[in-house]
């Protein structure tokens, strides 16, 4: 059955059967990998050399060799942290909200974008970690009865972070999951290796494409749509809090909690883009990921970042008219001090450059696009730098202002996180179905995409 998707809804460029589909999807699984793979995975494996050097080296001489200093105590590690739970973000809302809102463009991305967030949360965990300084202890950061009669803070906004983004990493591994039990059950009909239908065997559960099957997984994905969706909104907020509840001017402000939420989803849209770009180009997918679907991505990108823009704006306002003395200080010294070069990049490429989406014909071109996604992932993480270091580097005494240098070994973690990030993103699409065949099916076959195996 040939299907035409273009004029209702351009999913699928040109005319493909539902064979084809499951071709292109299962092809880079049923394949050997091409040269443009191991280029990328060679550059993203380098990258990853460099942090596990830099972070060994770091446990062998302390977390002296980094920046941080008084009073910059908080610097590269928290920074990082919050840059990746943000890139976390994008994942289940693009599968979970626009799935509960029946929003069909998003079966093309959604599996991606879910893996993005388990890995995003992956390079988030370990910053809190090191920043400890003594990682072999952190088991007695949990919060567990023992000998010792020590117990954590439930008090502090840091334990919460930690019971939200281990809930949030939780509900978003089994939605991924249990996304993935169909095409598990297609791989495993389909392959001819006996190891690979041993693991999809196993991975499927059973599944044979019944009618009660699809019944049950549809509760159950819907169910898990349902968690996640409040997710998105906790897990960010909670990590304001970091900031938020404290006393320190610049961090103590209301606003918080929504401008997290919205430089989040901004954040991590911009980094779904970025990578998709690649690996639809990398593997051959640029029928089935296609601009329409990088278009639509792209206007969220410039609503999202009109949302920042006006936060940047609002907590200037809202620092004058407090007429609190030190909030209107921490804000001139952000825009014009020491670390105004770091704030006016943050502003240049959070407000300004996604204003080029207004434009169709930009919000259509692959390098405008790619320009565009890569300036505003520097912008989110200046914005953290900035909230964090130019609070922090001149509080209330004078007397006890410093200035926060980062050294290489900072620049060397933050550039491994980076390459383990891309590197699982590309093992990802090497061994598991990165477009889910059985939504794309049941979209292509006119079905809703949780019922094809009813039809």
């Given at each position: 059955?040939?299907?035409?998707?273009?004029?209702?809804?351009?999913?699928?460029?040109?005319?493909?059967?539902?064979?084809?589909?499951?071709?292109?999807?299962?092809?880079?699984?049923?394949?050997?990998?091409?040269?443009?793979?191991?280029?990328?995975?060679?550059?993203?494996?380098?990258?990853?050399?460099?942090?596990?050097?830099?972070?060994?080296?770091?446990?062998?001489?302390?977390?002296?060799?980094?920046?941080?200093?008084?009073?910059?105590?908080w610097a590269f590690p928290i920074v990082n942290f919050v840059f990746w739970v943000g890139i976390g973000h994008a994942g289940t809302l693009i599968s979970a909200i626009l799935f509960l809102l029946r929003q069909k463009w998003r079966t093309a991305i959604a599996r991606f974008a879910e893996a993005m967030t388990i890995f995003a949360v992956i390079c988030a965990a370990i910053f809190p970690i090191i920043h400890t300084g003594r990682f072999w202890l952190a088991g007695y950061l949990m919060p567990y009865p023992n000998q010792h009669n020590l117990w954590v803070n439930f008090t502090s906004p840091l334990l919460w972070d930690v019971f939200a983004v281990s809930t949030y990493f939780t509900v978003s591994l089994v939605f991924w999951y249990v996304g993935l039990i169909p095409d598990f059950a297609v791989l495993r009909d389909r392959t001819s290796s006996k190891i690979k239908k041993v693991f999809y065997t196993v991975f499927s559960l059973g599944?044979?494409?019944?009618?009660?099957?699809?019944?049950?997984?549809?509760?159950?994905?819907?169910?898990?749509?349902?968690?996640?969706?409040?997710?998105?909104?906790?897990?960010?907020?909670?990590?304001?809090?970091?900031?938020?509840?404290?006393?320190?001017?610049?961090?103590?402000?209301?606003?918080?909690?929504?401008?997290?939420?919205?430089?989040?989803?901004?954040?991590?849209?911009?980094?779904?883009?970025?990578?998709?770009?690649?690996?639809?180009?990398?593997?051959?997918?640029?029928?089935?990921?296609?601009?329409?679907?990088?278009?639509?991505?792209?206007?969220?990108?410039?609503?999202?970042?009109?949302?920042?823009?006006?936060?940047?704006?609002?907590?200037?306002?809202?620092?004058?008219?407090?007429?609190?003395?030190?909030?209107?200080?921490?804000?001139?010294?952000?825009?014009?001090?020491?670390?105004?070069?770091?704030?006016?990049?943050?502003?240049?490429?959070?407000?300004?450059?996604?204003?080029?989406?207004?434009?169709?014909?930009?919000?259509?071109?692959?390098?405008?696009?790619?320009?565009?996604?890569?300036?505003?992932?520097?912008?989110?993480?200046?914005?953290?730098?900035?909230?964090?270091?130019?609070?922090?580097?001149?509080?209330?005494?004078?007397?006890?202002?410093?200035?926060?240098?980062?050294?290489?070994?900072?620049?060397?973690?933050?550039?491994?996180?980076?390459?383990?990030?891309?590197?699982?993103?590309?093992?990802?699409?090497?061994?598991?179905?990165?477009?889910?065949?059985?939504?794309?099916?049941?979209?292509?076959?006119?079905?809703?995409?949780?019922?094809?195996?009813?039809?």
């Amino acid at each position: 059955m040939n299907v035409d998707l273009t004029k209702e809804m351009p999913l699928i460029e040109g005319r493909l059967t539902l064979a084809q589909i499951e071709e292109i999807i299962a092809k880079p699984l049923d394949t050997k990998p091409n040269k443009k793979y191991f280029i990328a995975l060679s550059i993203t494996l380098s990258l990853l050399l460099i942090g596990a050097t830099a972070l060994l080296i770091s446990f062998y001489y302390g977390v002296g060799l980094w920046g941080n200093n008084q009073p910059v105590g908080w610097a590269f590690p928290i920074v990082n942290f919050v840059f990746w739970v943000g890139i976390g973000h994008a994942g289940t809302l693009i599968s979970a909200i626009l799935f509960l809102l029946r929003q069909k463009w998003r079966t093309a991305i959604a599996r991606f974008a879910e893996a993005m967030t388990i890995f995003a949360v992956i390079c988030a965990a370990i910053f809190p970690i090191i920043h400890t300084g003594r990682f072999w202890l952190a088991g007695y950061l949990m919060p567990y009865p023992n000998q010792h009669n020590l117990w954590v803070n439930f008090t502090s906004p840091l334990l919460w972070d930690v019971f939200a983004v281990s809930t949030y990493f939780t509900v978003s591994l089994v939605f991924w999951y249990v996304g993935l039990i169909p095409d598990f059950a297609v791989l495993r009909d389909r392959t001819s290796s006996k190891i690979k239908k041993v693991f999809y065997t196993v991975f499927s559960l059973g599944w044979r494409n019944s009618h009660r099957n699809w019944q049950h997984y549809e509760k159950a994905y819907t169910l898990l749509a349902g968690f996640a969706t409040p997710l998105v909104l906790s897990v960010h907020t909670i990590v304001s809090f970091d900031f938020a509840v404290s006393i320190m001017p610049g961090w103590h402000t209301t606003i918080f909690p929504p401008y997290f939420v919205a430089g989040a989803i901004f954040s991590g849209f911009a980094m779904v883009v970025t990578v998709l770009i690649f690996v639809r180009k990398i593997f051959d997918m640029e029928q089935l990921i296609t601009l329409d679907h990088l278009d639509k991505m792209n206007r969220i990108i410039l609503a999202t970042g009109m949302m920042v823009g006006y936060a940047y704006g609002m907590e200037f306002f809202m620092a004058w008219y407090s007429g609190v003395q030190f909030e209107q200080f921490v804000f001139i010294n952000r825009a014009f001090g020491p670390y105004a070069w770091a704030y006016w990049i943050m502003v240049t490429c959070n407000v300004v450059f996604p204003q080029l989406f207004w434009f169709r014909k930009f919000r259509r071109s692959i390098p405008v696009m790619l320009v565009v996604v890569i300036f505003v992932n520097v912008g989110m993480w200046f914005e953290r730098f900035v909230i964090t270091v130019t609070s922090l580097h001149r509080d209330y005494l004078p007397s006890s202002w410093g200035y926060y240098t980062p050294t290489l070994y900072d620049f060397g973690i933050l550039i491994g996180s980076f390459g383990l990030f891309f590197t699982l993103v590309l093992l990802f699409v090497k061994t598991l179905p990165s477009v889910s065949i059985s939504e794309i099916k049941a979209v292509a076959d006119g079905a809703q995409p949780t019922h094809h195996g009813s039809h």
